[in-house]
T-cell receptor, first 115, second 109 residues
Framework: EPEVTQTPSHQVTQMGQEVILRCVPI?????FYWYRQILGQKVEFLVS????????KSEIFDDQFSVERPDGSNFTLKIRSTKLEDSAMYFC?????????????FGSGTRLTVV | GEDVEQSLFLSVREGDSSVINCTYT??????LYWYKQEPGAGLQLLTY?????DMKQDQRLTVLLNKKDKHLSLRIADTQTGDSAIYFC?????????FGTGTRLQVFP
């Protein structure tokens, strides 16, 4: 069964450093998403991406965050200057269409720890 | 804004039924979902229900929707130890999912 792949599974970074979280969505999918889950809290929407541009973003997704689809297969989330409160599990998801029946396919997540 | 709430923990004996409850606020939600998260894994879609349905059954899973009360439940029949996980309900708002806090289901022998 096709999977969404995220790397690395765990990343530790110092406060103020830039991090790039990588995702390989399912190959024929067109819609891409990032969500995050701070430990013990809800899974929160960050951003959706379609046709090489952001479709929607949440209040969390401020100027420190950016997304990119650099080469047609990867989908990345960059945090420019990490803060302690960015520590969370980050989930990438993709879907073939706005197929609300099947929702999305999520990756296993990247646990980001900012120290 | 939209909000989805769940109880945090549920503990059941193996073989019993589990019922996980969820309430949501957005009456315009057309699809509601249940996701399962096992330790170290991603979010796996278990089932969904369309808002014009009251019930959906899928093998051991039964979803009940009370649209008037904005209440969604997931019943797992004959709960097994492999069902131990965190269960999230979620509603679709425009193109994004609004998740609940998740209910940790613990199954003991």
């Amino acid at each position: 069964e096709p999977e969404v792949t995220q790397t690395p599974s765990h990343q530790v970074t110092q406060m103020g450093q830039e991090v790039i979280l990588r995702c390989v969505p399912i190959s024929n999918h067109l819609y891409f998403y990032w969500y995050r889950q701070i430990l013990g809290q809800k899974v929160e929407f960050l951003v959706s991406f379609y046709n090489n541009e952001i479709s929607e973003k949440s209040e969390i997704f401020d100027d420190q965050f950016s997304v990119e689809r650099p080469d047609g297969s990867n989908f990345t989330l960059k945090i420019r200057s990490t803060k302690l409160e960015d520590s969370a599990m980050y989930f990438c998801a993709s879907s073939a269409s706005l197929d609300r029946v099947h929702g999305y396919t999520f990756g296993s997540g990247t646990r980001l720890t900012v120290v | 804004g939209e909000d989805v709430e769940q109880s945090l923990f549920l503990s059941v004996r193996e073989g019993d039924s589990s019922v996980i409850n969820c309430t949501y606020t957005d009456s315009s939600s057309t699809y509601l979902y249940w996701y399962k998260q096992e330790p170290g894994a991603g979010l796996q879609l278990l089932t969904y229900i369309f808002s014009n349905m009251d019930m959906k059954q899928d093998q051991r899973l039964t979803v009940l929707l009370n649209k008037k009360d904005k209440h969604l439940s997931l019943r797992i029949a004959d709960t097994q130890t492999g069902d131990s996980a965190i269960y999230f309900c979620a509603e679709m708002n425009t193109d994004k999912l609004i998740f609940g806090t998740g209910t940790r289901l613990q199954v003991f022998p």
